[in-house]
């Protein structure tokens, strides 16, 4: 059996997702892809501090979601490797029938009945984009960003559900789940690392971690009046 390494195939490829950081966002909206929503002042310093934890690293190929708050977030990432910033409509957020509403823990869209109808099926979810079209999309756009990188480093710029539901994918979990507990946290990394066109693991880091509220945090209790829009 030959010993002679098969090309491509066998690059590491390492794709770092990242989440952006904290939104402006004073009334709770579920802002979704509505335009318009940009980093706060705490979210261009999370930005920044993702920018400095991957600045060693050999990133070739930087990419982001359209909307404003992923863009914020990448560009220092990419001027910090003298690099172009990319756009991928395939990486934004997941559209939600919410989007544009105050919705929380006692208060907002949910205490409407009219509402209700869309809460039939959250294994789909009946609310929005469903689960498995997040996961297409995604893994998609993970490859493009392999391929644009390999043998390198990608940094992906997305939001929490949709990376959520591809790394629940990637590791085998059911797609539905409660929101609370996704680990995902602003400006986190959920990063994958390919062997050729295989993902052969997944890590998570969070370089902003001390800069992030703590009702924000993986697991933490909600808090009524408080950054009330899950996702984003």
């Known amino acids: 059996m030959s010993n002679q390494s098969n090309g491509a195939s066998d690059d590491i490829t ?15 909206i579920l802002y979704g892809r509505l335009p318009g ?9 999370m930005a920044d501090r993702v920018a400095e934890h991957l600045s060693d690293r050999d990133v070739t190929h930087v990419v982001a979601s359209p909307l404003e708050r992923a863009q914020e ?21 997941a559209d939600n029938v919410f989007q544009g509403k105050t ?11 009219a509402n209700w109808k869309h809460l039939v099926n959250p294994l789909r979810p009946s609310w929005g984009e469903p689960y498995v079209d ?10 493009t960003a392999k391929d644009r990188a390999r043998g390198h480093e990608a940094v992906v710029v997305s939001h929490q559900l949709p990376i959520w539901i591809v790394r629940s994918y990637v590791e085998r979990r ?6 609370r507990k996704r680990q995902c946290t602003l400006a986190s990394l959920t990063t994958f690392t390919f062997r050729g066109d295989r993902i052969v693991s997944v890590g998570y880091t969070e370089p902003a971690r001390d800069l992030v509220p703590a009702h924000l945090l993986a697991g933490a209790k909600p808090v009524k009046g408080k950054d009330k829009a899950f996702g984003a």
């Open 14 to 28: 390492v794709v770092h997702v990242v989440r952006h950081g904290e939104v402006a966002n004073p009334d709770g």
């Open 37 to 45: 929503y940009h980093l706060s002042e705490l979210g261009r310093r």
């Open 73 to 93: 977030t990448a560009e220092p990432i990419a001027k910090a490797h003298g690099l172009d910033l990319a756009t991928d409509e395939r990486l934004i957020e």
């Open 103 to 113: 919705f929380g823990v006692g208060d907002g869209a949910l205490r409407q009945p």
């Open 134 to 143: 997040q996961v297409v999309r995604m893994m998609s756009a993970l490859s």
């Open 174 to 179: 059911r797609l539905w789940h409660d929101p």
